[in-house]
């Protein structure tokens, strides 16, 4: 995909561009993971935190465990360690981030970019009264 200086990028040429960026290899945060979702009753962009460990081959593993976690719908479902709830998706970062009385549950920025983006995703999808996947 080539996109030109002169003229803005296609919607396709960025959902390619976005689709090739998906794939690229990303280290798992040691400090957790969140499941997002949306609470279309209350209004609310939600994120459930999980703690997890990561192994020696880059797998997350439960701390309990140290089982690996996979992703199945009949999957026995963990505990999660906080929920988060906002209105909007800078509600949502600011309880996250700046919360001085609740440590912020991420180490790498990455994953704090990635969540960022999602809860934009999550917010839209609200505000359009349109389903949310996170990726």
Same mark, same amino acid.
């Given at each position: 995909?080539? %996109?030109?200086?002169? #003229?803005?990028? #296609? =919607?396709?040429?960025?959902?390619?561009? @976005?689709?090739? $960026? #998906?794939?690229?290899?990303?280290?798992?945060?040691?400090?957790?993971?969140?499941?997002?979702?949306?609470?279309?009753?209350?209004?609310?962009?939600? =994120?459930?935190?999980?703690? !997890?460990?990561? +192994? @020696?081959?880059?797998?997350?593993? @439960? &701390?309990?465990?140290?089982?690996?976690?996979?992703?199945?719908? +009949? !999957?026995? &479902?963990?505990?999660?360690?906080?929920?988060?709830?906002?209105?909007?998706?800078?509600?949502?970062?600011?309880?996250?981030?700046?919360?001085? @009385? !609740? &440590?912020? &549950?991420?180490?790498? $920025?990455?994953?704090?970019?990635?969540?960022?983006?999602?809860?934009?995703?999550?917010?839209? =999808?609200? %505000? !359009?009264?349109?389903?949310?996947?996170?990726?």
């Amino acid at each position: 995909m080539t %996109i030109s200086h002169n #003229s803005p990028p #296609s =919607a396709t040429d960025l959902q390619t561009l @976005d689709d090739k $960026l #998906s794939k690229r290899f990303i280290a798992l945060d040691p400090d957790g993971y969140f499941l997002i979702y949306l609470d279309t009753e209350q209004g609310l962009i939600c =994120a459930k935190h999980f703690t !997890n460990v990561i +192994n @020696d081959k880059g797998l997350a593993c @439960d &701390p309990d465990t140290g089982k690996p976690l996979i992703a199945k719908k +009949n !999957n026995q &479902p963990r505990q999660e360690t906080h929920i988060y709830q906002g209105r909007t998706a800078k509600e949502l970062c600011i309880k996250i981030f700046e919360d001085k @009385d !609740n &440590p912020c &549950p991420i180490s790498y $920025l990455d994953h704090a970019a990635y969540l960022g983006r999602e809860f934009v995703r999550a917010e839209l =999808a609200l %505000i !359009n009264g349109e389903p949310y996947v996170q990726d």
